[in-house]
Structures are given as structure tokens and as C-alpha cells.
């Protein structure tokens, strides 16, 4: 178990309020990533972090933020959340000694499912 | 994007060994090949990863092709828990951005 929890496992609200995600890790990994996973789509990758307030985007970015701003707390935050952004969202950590990047293993949380209606 | 082909779905019966092969033919030399699996109702699961060289772990094993082309996860004795999508994986690398692709993977099916 790397020690990978997010917060909450559930969650339905309104399309244009704000929600925010959190994933927490004990493991003091470096890297951190947020994908969303929806049918026919996979999973893709929305933003990473490789380090405290150093983060970067992924291939389906719009609409959302993140902030990092201790090793343990990676939060993911819609705006203003829309009924498109409805999906299953997972965190993820790099293994690897505490470094990481892509071509290091990641280990997944069990995913929050959001609902926007 | 970095591609890996892999067979939709595949069926297995219980204590058999299963080969689940993948087709990556424009991989990088620095790139390793990841395999995940995912349960229902859960995030994927690390299975192994490897560069060159076959590799073993407690969950399978992975025999890459000498041109790294393609790439195979054997289940030595699938088990019921084993169902599962499995998905092989490259890293893809465009502009300076990084990612993992995961496509559409294999639905493996294991008959008690």
C-alpha cells in the first residue's frame, strides 16, 4: 500500500459551482498526478506536479487548477464545474526512491466520482 | 502519441497461463514498457514495467522482443482475481509535455 487516499469518494453538485478534489500521500513522493478516466476515453491526464507549487499541465487541463503546496497534498480544483467534467478522477504517485517522472511506476488511489448535474 | 496496440479481449481458464501480447513498434530507445491492470470499480494497478530484458516479479512476467517492438505480460496461473483490463503503456513525449497513454487495453476473462 503507498498510502494514497482521496478526498471525497463521492461527490454530485451543480454545474458553476467550484469543487476541489484533494489526494494525500505518506510516502513523501515527489511526483503527483491527477487523471480522469471516462468511457471510450481511458485514462487521461489532466495535471501533474513534481514538487512543492511546481506543477505542470496534462492533455485535458482546461478547467481546472491545482496547487501543491506541501509534498503530501496534491489538490485539484474545477472552477466552475460543468456537466462534461463529470467522470471518475484518480490521483496517482511515482515509486522510485522519491524521484519520478514517466517512465517511473505510478500507484494509484481508488478514485473520486463526480457528478455535475 | 505514443501507440501500443493491443487485442480488445482475451479469455483464459482458471490456473492457466495467459499471454496478454502488445504491439509498440514506435517506441524510443530510453522508453520503458509499463503494464497496469485495472478492476472494476477501481484505479489501475502497477503490474511490472521493464526497459530491454525480460523481467519477473511476484505478479508476472514480462518478455520484451529483441527489437523492443512489441512486448508480452505472462499470468504463470490465472486466477478469478486476475480479471481485470490490462493495459500496456508507453510514455509519449510532444513539445516538452510528458504523459503515460493508456488506450483501451485488454479485457481479460478468467472461466473457473
Known amino acids: 500500500d503507498a498510502g494514497i487516499t482521496q478526498s471525497p469518494r463521492h461527490k454530485v453538485t451543480e454545474t458553476g459551482t467550484p469543487v476541489t478534489l484533494r489526494c494525500h500521500q505518506t510516502?513523501?513522493?515527489?511526483?503527483m498526478y491527477w487523471y480522469r478516466q471516462d468511457p471510450g476515453h481511458g485514462l487521461r491526464l489532466i495535471h501533474y506536479?513534481?514538487?512543492?507549487?511546481?506543477?505542470d499541465k496534462g492533455e485535458v487541463s482546461d478547467g481546472y487548477s491545482v496547487s501543491r503546496s506541501k509534498t503530501e497534498d496534491f489538490l485539484l480544483t474545477l472552477e466552475s464545474a460543468t456537466s462534461s467534467q463529470t467522470s471518475v478522477y484518480f490521483c496517482?504517485?511515482?515509486f522510485g526512491n522519491g524521484t519520478g517522472g514517466f517512465n517511473q511506476p505510478q500507484h494509484f488511489g481508488d478514485g473520486t466520482r463526480l457528478s455535475i448535474l | 502519441d505514443a501507440k501500443t496496440t493491443q487485442p480488445n479481449s482475451m479469455e483464459s481458464n482458471e490456473e492457466e497461463p495467459v499471454h496478454l501480447p502488445c504491439n509498440h513498434s514506435?517506441?524510443?530507445?530510453?522508453?520503458?514498457i509499463h503494464w497496469y491492470r485495472q478492476l472494476p470499480s477501481q484505479g489501475p494497478e502497477y503490474v511490472i514495467h521493464?526497459?530491454?530484458s525480460n523481467v519477473n516479479n511476484r505478479m508476472a512476467s514480462l518478455a520484451i522482443a529483441e527489437d523492443r517492438k512489441s512486448s508480452t505480460l505472462i499470468l504463470h496461473r490465472a486466477t478469478l482475481r486476475d480479471a481485470a483490463v490490462y493495459y500496456c503503456i508507453l510514455r509519449d513525449v510532444q513539445g516538452g509535455s510528458e504523459k503515460l497513454v493508456f488506450g483501451k487495453g485488454t479485457k481479460l476473462t478468467v472461466n473457473p
Open positions: 510516502e513523501n513522493h515527489r511526483y
Open positions: 521493464g526497459l530491454t
Open positions: 506536479s513534481y514538487g512543492v507549487k511546481d506543477t
Open positions: 514506435t517506441i524510443s530507445g530510453t522508453d520503458y
Open positions: 496517482a504517485i511515482s
